[in-house]
């Protein structure tokens, strides 16, 4: 995971259309295409929406320059966190139905429900595409211009100096957490060693964790002292300069905006379906 946190940012620091667009700019469009896509009734439309957003984001994500399996490979790592919960849905019964059709009984009075199983994809539709869309955000926006653009769209003064903060001292403690697993290794050390004892491996676990937890605090308390003797207090912000948008940025937020709004309700009115 914090190879991936690394491997993220490297490629956020390549050179593409996508990558050079205001941060701004990318921010609007994935929680324009999140909000449109949550406020979609759950009904089979859903289909044809997230079909049309999904290409949508495909095109976004080939003027990117990255690879498709960057973007499977990330998919596939969130997807599984989230699946659990979507494979649930089919023993649900939920407010959007009125009448349940069994498809399927388990022992223990355990039911599967067709419109269950439906209501489960409609989930899933919006969920990939959701996330398809802050995998574009996240792969080709550095961390420091995502501060800054939600910093120049009004993110409150605090909320930017404490993200800045997370997000300056993150790497510094994936760097620490990579040295210490490279030391475990180099000493041949495999928490998931059969052939150790288990009291063993807890205990090593144990130590590995509290020298972060000592490190983590250690390095917290210099870097406050080092803050504090550059003149931080209590009225201290971060100072972000003010940046227009380019017309280019223009034409492309307006356009996309105008594409993510009109879909929904095209579909809605029953005008175009790919189903």
């Not at 139905?97 to 388990?106: A, E, F, H, Q, R």
């Not at 003149?231 to 940025?249: A, D, I, N, Q, W």
Request: proline content about 4%; glycine content about 6%.
């Amino acid at each position: 995971m914090i190879e991936e946190l690394f491997q993220i940012e490297r490629d956020a620091y390549k050179d593409s259309p996508i990558h050079r667009l205001d941060a701004r700019v990318k921010i609007v469009i994935a929680f324009a295409a999140i909000i449109a896509l949550v406020a979609v009734p759950y009904s089979p439309m859903i289909y044809t929406v997230g079909a049309v957003f999904f290409l949508f984001f495909s095109l976004l994500w080939c003027f990117t320059g990255l690879s498709p399996i960057i973007y499977a490979r990330r998919a596939l790592a969130i997807i599984p966190l989230w699946g659990v919960i979507i494979i649930f849905q089919i023993f649900l019964k939920n407010k959007y139905y009125t009448t349940y059709d069994v498809v399927m009984s388990l022992p223990f009075g355990i039911n599967i429900y067709a419109q269950s199983i439906e209501f489960a994809f409609i989930l899933l539709v919006k969920f990939v595409v959701c996330i398809s869309f802050i995998i574009l955000l996240s792969s080709t926006t550095k961390m420091p211009d995502m501060l800054e653009g939600g910093a120049r769209m009004g993110l409150p003064a605090e909320f930017a100096l404490a993200l800045g903060m997370m997000i300056r001292y993150l790497f510094v403690f994936g760097y620490m957490f990579r040295k210490m697993n490279e030391t475990l290794k180099t000493k041949c050390f495999d928490a998931f060693d059969r052939r150790l004892s288990y009291r063993y491996r807890l205990r090593q676990l144990g130590y590995t964790m509290g020298t972060m937890f000592i490190r983590s605090y250690e390095q917290g308390e210099r870097v406050y002292t080092s803050m504090l003797c550059r003149g931080y207090g209590r009225e201290s912000y971060l100072f972000v300069e003010r940046k227009p948008l380019k017309r280019p940025e223009w034409a492309v937020l307006s356009l996309s905006l105008v594409f993510i709004i009109a879909v929904p309700f095209v579909v809605w009115l029953g005008r175009f379906s790919l189903f």
